[in-house]
Nanobody
């Protein structure tokens, strides 16, 4: 079992930065690929970014490529999402997710989910 807790969300202005954290408890965190997803009101949950268990391989949605960076610290059992140049359309609840094995862009491939953290970007 893996428990995930997100933090770092908040209200910011367009162009600002935020860093989200996802702290994991449970065993074998270093063996898990991690993903970040987001869900805006009235919309489907969408893929944002993912990283392999080692952190060496990363993947991004086109909408955040070049602005967001995912990273994984297997000593601190934490995955981060650095978000720069935020836009109002980035407003959503952000979730982290974990799966044993390779990273995936498909939400149904993830076994564990956090409860989310709200990010609101004002124009």
């Amino acid at each position: 079992q893996v428990q995930l807790v997100e933090s770092g969300g908040g209200l910011v202005q367009a162009g600002d930065s935020l860093r989200l954290s996802c702290a994991a408890s449970g065993r074998a965190f270093s063996s898990y690929a991690m993903g970040w997803y987001r869900q805006a009101p009235g919309k489907e949950r969408e893929f944002v970014a993912a990283t392999s268990w080692s952190g060496d391989n990363t993947y991004y949605a086109d909408s955040v490529k070049g602005r967001f960076t995912i990273s994984k610290d297997n000593i601190k059992n934490t995955v981060y999402l650095q978000m720069n140049s935020l836009k109002p359309e980035d407003t959503a609840v952000y979730y982290c997710a974990a799966r044993y094995g390779s990273p995936s862009q498909r939400a149904y491939n993830y076994d564990y989910w956090g409860r989310g953290t709200q990010v609101t970007v004002s124009s």
